[in-house]
């Protein structure tokens, strides 16, 4: 074989050598390729779970503030209306203590002495007594009245209406005549009491006492609130 014929075989070689290197590569790139490709799914894929995993958990933890939320609105609107309850209780015994001014119709009842002395010459049934307030008083209460002032005292439960000498005193505060009484209730019920036949307005009326009634319909009698302290020194609530 000539120089030639060597040379012409040994191309060839060389040729077949380096396609088979270049179809190794070929195939090499492509398995890596095919390799890097089916990572990256699976990662992808597990991306894909673990979000989904995160956002179960994040919508269970929101339907669980939700759901306290809800629960504390539900206990606001239960205190609120609680709240309000108490409040109106808390009103009406007020008003039961005399501890705020309350206003509404009824009567205004002005009680002065007499002029001169009676008409039997006795000077003791001419000037009005810390009995006669009492009784005018009681008839009050009894005819439904709901808040009681005499010249502004109002007159609670502990209350106390004496004579000391020629002065009478009303809460401890000595109060002269004339007497006038505020009268909160229902006006004709009030009226209608008070100056029926026999009542205790007439029996002063016959004496000579000056007795004005005023009927007021509306709600302009204003009776103020008890100034006076309530103290319990023996008194205590049973636990």
Do not use: W
């Amino acid at each position: 074989m000539n120089r030639k014929q060597i040379a012409i075989v040994l191309g060839i070689m060389c040729a077949l050598l380096v396609m088979g290197i270049f179809i190794q590569i070929n195939t090499v790139n492509s398995s890596y390729t095919g390799v890097a490709k089916t990572k990256t799914e699976n990662e992808l894929r597990d991306n894909v779970l673990r979000m989904k995993e995160k956002y179960d958990i994040a919508t269970e933890d929101l339907k669980i503030v939700q759901q306290e939320l809800e629960d504390l609105r539900n206990e606001a609107v239960r205190r609120n209306s609680s709240s309000e309850k108490n409040k109106e209780t808390l009103s009406e015994y007020n008003k039961l203590l005399g501890n705020t001014d309350l206003k509404g119709p009824g009567l205004i009842i002005t009680i002065d002495d007499a002029d001169s002395m009676s008409i039997l010459g006795d000077s003791y049934q001419s000037v009005v007594h810390d009995g006669d307030l009492l009784e005018v008083l009681n008839a009050l209460r009894n005819c439904g009245a709901e808040a009681i002032s005499i010249n502004d005292h109002r007159i609670v439960s502990r209350t106390s209406i004496t004579c000391i000498g020629n002065v009478i005193q009303i809460n401890g505060e000595k109060v002269g005549a004339p007497f006038v009484f505020k009268a909160i209730g229902n006006t004709s019920q009030l009226y209608g009491s008070l100056t029926m036949p026999g009542s205790y307005i007439t029996y002063l009326k016959r004496d000579g006492i000056k007795v004005k009634i005023d009927q007021v319909e509306k709600d302009t009698i204003i009776v103020p609130k008890y100034t006076g302290v309530y103290k319990s020194d023996y008194a205590s609530v049973v636990e």
